[in-house]
């Protein structure tokens, strides 16, 4: 019994639920690919061997490598949101695992940046790629009249939820 609840309570809405058939299944279906995303996650970071901070700060970096940009420590505390103490410990086990080297910084001599090795690109890549590949498998799929409904209704439940959170955080002080 209680695996049965733990198993179906990502299922839950906590909400009254929509007005429509229709609605309940969309909202069913965004709670089911909310579950999906959970398990991915999980089993990027099972495969990883990395922590979630570990993990996001490698695709960060990996991602700045690709866009052609540098980043330093600095900017990773701001994208992570946390300490400098825990940034340079996060940095300390990529570079110590080889994911991350620290190289001098092309202007400024004092500062340095973080560029990923090849190891932490394959890294992410067999992390998250296959993920990736079943999310375009699957709009690929989906003619131009359902992709264009499809990233409509959900830019909408995005930018509402987005705008939930900057209520709440300016209701927080």
């Known amino acids: 019994m209680p695996q049965n609840i733990i198993r179906h309570e ?9 007005r429509s058939d229709a609605g309940r299944e969309l909202a069913s279906a965004l709670l089911r690919l909310r579950r999906a995303e959970h398990v991915q996650e999980h089993r990027a970071l099972t495969s990883s061997s990395l922590s979630n901070l570990d993990l996001r700060a ?6 700045a490598q690709r866009d052609e940009r540098s980043i330093g420590a600095k900017d990773l505390i701001v994208m992570l949101g946390t300490s400098s103490a825990n940034i340079t410990n996060v940095i300390d086990r990529l570079v110590g695992r080889g994911y991350v080297e620290r190289m001098k910084h092309p202007s400024d001599r ?8 090849p190891a932490a690109v394959q890294q992410v890549d067999l992390a998250i790629g296959s993920h990736h ?12 009249r359902d992709a264009e409904l499809a990233a409509s209704v959900i830019a909408r439940i995005a930018a509402s939820l987005d705008d939930l959170a900057e209520e709440q955080r300016r209701m927080a002080g």
């Open 10 to 18: 990502q299922e839950h809405l906590y909400a009254e639920p929509p």
């Open 58 to 63: 490698l695709r960060y970096l990996v991602q």
């Open 110 to 117: 004092r500062a340095s940046v973080l560029v990923p090795t």
């Open 133 to 144: 590949a079943r999310l375009v498998e699957q709009i690929d799929e989906l003619d131009d």
